[in-house]
């Protein structure tokens, strides 16, 4: 009789993502196919179990699924000689009708795949409001009609940056759907093309001056988290403008070299958001002050941390007291990488391309163009060392890092 289960790769991809494939079993025959279900590290315990419920669950109704067709097709598949003649039947049709695709239980399924934290916090948040909204627990995707969207829109409309975020995430799930269902026949239906994407508002300019920068980098600072949020900010600052969550989970260092893929945007990027980032010789010495001595990633944050959330949250919470102290409204660690950016444009006269490159950004214009150039990252390195040498004048900061009262 054919049986069913599962098995998580040995191997994880260049992202940290590790694929889960269902196994199919007949007459002492192995079958594996994907079950589109994607864990890291993270979700695992040290022996190799799937300590995520959500992902647990996930697979467990998937397996249920299957064994359930097996069950439903036992006549049939007891006359099987061979596993892929058993795989045919239990996967034909499995593409279900338009009657049957639930917008919710797929969009739970897209966003499982994500590995960025913070943006799988926005889609929860999205499909929160929009279950709230509609009053429904489930919706077919062809009822959610450009009347419907509009009429969305409307709702979210006095917040235009959750209007323009949350339609934005509706239609990635929609064209991810659209893509896995729409073969000859149109399953499932566009109705983006018939509204006007809602214009997210002005985003708010973080970028400090360099005196700024300066004044965080002299504060003399009372207690550890006010020490640790300047640490923290400075050590992004240094590092272009590094994110929490990315100095929290890399785990690649070759002398004085960080590698590392961008959380935000490596799953919409063929080289997986790729950066390599050289420490500067004026950030040394805080950069040794959080080396992560076991080697399992550069910094020993996710030993202070159970997670990159709560680092971010806690630095922001230490630059806000800073923050006030040094005269600077609304302190807080993103403010880092803007500052690079603003202070580079601005200060050094920097072209925008190379600003564009340093913060990892990418553009349809110039996808074409960059892959006839192999990459060197010796441009980001001299980048980096012009705006470190105009803020802090090629001296060494390493004292003002440690400094407390």
């Not at 054919?2 to 191997?11: E, V, W």
């Not at 272009?240 to 002398?255: F, K």
Request: a positive charge; glycine letters at 4%.
């Amino acid at each position: 009789m054919a049986t069913i289960g599962f098995q998580i790769s040995d191997y994880a991809k260049s992202n940290g993502s590790i694929n889960v494939r269902l196994r199919l079993t007949h007459n002492k025959h192995n079958k594996y196919f994907s079950s589109g279900i994607f864990v890291t590290k993270e979700d695992l315990s040290r022996s190799g179990n799937i300590k995520n419920k959500v992902i647990g669950s996930l697979i467990s109704e998937l397996v249920t699924k299957y064994t359930n067709r097996i069950s439903a097709y036992a006549e049939e598949i007891s006359r099987c000689s061979t596993v892929n003649e058993v795989y045919r039947i239990i996967t034909r049709d499995d593409k279900p009708k338009q009657a049957e695709i639930d917008f919710f239980e797929y969009a739970e399924r897209y966003i499982n795949k994500k590995q960025c934290k913070k943006t799988i916090g926005s889609y929860r948040t999205m499909l929160s409001s929009f279950r709230s909204f509609i009053r429904k627990k489930t919706i077919n995707f062809n009822d959610i009609t450009p009347t419907l969207l509009r009429s969305y829109i409307e709702h979210l409309n006095p917040s235009r940056r959750r209007a323009s975020l949350y339609i934005t995430l509706m239609k990635s799930v929609f064209n991810t759907a659209i893509k896995e269902y729409n073969d000859d026949t149109i399953v499932i239906k566009n109705p983006f093309k018939k509204i006007e994407m809602p214009k997210g508002a002005t985003p708010e300019k973080r970028g400090l001056t360099v005196e700024q920068i300066r004044a965080i980098a002299n504060h003399k600072c009372k207690g550890r988290r006010e020490q640790f949020a300047k640490d923290m900010f400075l050590l992004s600052f240094c590092l272009v403008g590094m994110n929490a969550i990315d100095l929290y989970d890399c785990d690649t260092i070759d002398g004085d070299k960080i590698t590392y893929y961008r959380s935000k945007t490596r799953g919409r990027r063929d080289d997986n958001a790729k950066m390599v980032v050289a420490i500067p010789p004026i950030a040394k010495d805080i950069a040794d002050k959080y080396r992560d001595l076991t080697q399992k990633k550069v910094f020993n944050l996710h030993i202070r941390y159970a997670e990159s959330g709560n680092l971010n949250s806690n630095i922001n919470k230490g630059l806000k007291v800073i923050g006030k102290k040094v005269g600077i409204e609304n302190l807080q660690m993103y403010c880092a990488r803007h500052s690079w950016a603003t202070i580079a444009a601005n200060d050094c006269r920097m072209d925008i391309y190379t600003i564009h490159k340093a913060l990892n950004h990418t553009t349809s214009k110039l996808k074409i163009t960059e892959t006839y150039i192999r990459q060197n990252w010796k441009w980001l390195e001299d980048a980096n060392n012009q705006v470190m040498d105009y803020v802090f004048g090629g001296g060494d900061i390493s004292e003002l890092l440690h400094k407390t009262r």
